[in-house]
């Protein structure tokens, strides 16, 4: 079962103090975009966006590639998310202090990753979280802004890599030959 990042995600925002996306709410604060220049979700609930808010790339990039020179295959999947704040307009202080305050926030969220990926590593067999593979090392990360009206804050960029054999089977059933 492939991890669903959107959903992981998700959860992050409804129960991070510092966000607590809720969808019956009156400002959302969790969205999906399809890149960091396209804030779509986001654009079309513009007057309730709430601030902080998280916001998941749910566009899926990777690639295969072999383990060691050995007929196992592992994916190579890459994930984004972007943390951001509402500051005033031409407030150079405003737009440094929401930076710091994305900052904390994105290494709370770092923390859960590695909190879900020790408790899925001690408990083999019962992958919960999906965090499993995370790899602390991959992580990326940069400020950004101005977002829409006036957000800033962090993109965050990671890998996992998941093994993929049991996808890539041959079956000469699905094929006309």
């Known amino acids: 079962m492939a991890f ?38 986001m654009l079309q609930n513009f007057t309730n966006a709430g601030t902080p808010c998280l916001m998941v790339e749910d566009n899926r990039t990777g ?21 951001i704040k509402h500051c005033d307009h031409f407030d150079a202080e405003s737009r440094e202090q929401v ?18 990926k020790q408790y899925d ?3 083999p067999g019962e992958t919960r979280t ?3 593979d995370f790899n602390m090392s991959t992580i990326y990360y940069q400020t950004i802004g101005p977002v829409g009206d006036n957000y800033y804050g962090m993109l965050v960029q990671f890998a996992m ?10 079956n000469v059933d699905d094929w006309d030959v």
């Open 4 to 41: 669903d990042f959107t959903a992981y995600m998700k959860g992050i925002a409804e129960t991070l103090k510092e966000i607590r996306h809720n969808d019956n709410s009156g400002q959302k604060r969790f969205f999906r975009i399809s890149s960091v220049m396209n804030i779509d979700e």
């Open 63 to 83: 690639r295969y590639q072999e383990a060691d020179g050995s007929m196992s295959y592992m994916d190579n999947q890459s994930y984004s998310f972007l943390v």
């Open 99 to 116: 930076k710091k305050d994305c900052e904390a926030i994105m290494k709370k969220i770092i923390s859960k990753f590695k909190k879900d």
């Open 121 to 123: 590593l001690q408990h």
């Open 130 to 132: 999906g965090m499993r």
């Open 161 to 170: 890599l998941e093994p993929v054999n049991k996808d890539l089977v041959y």
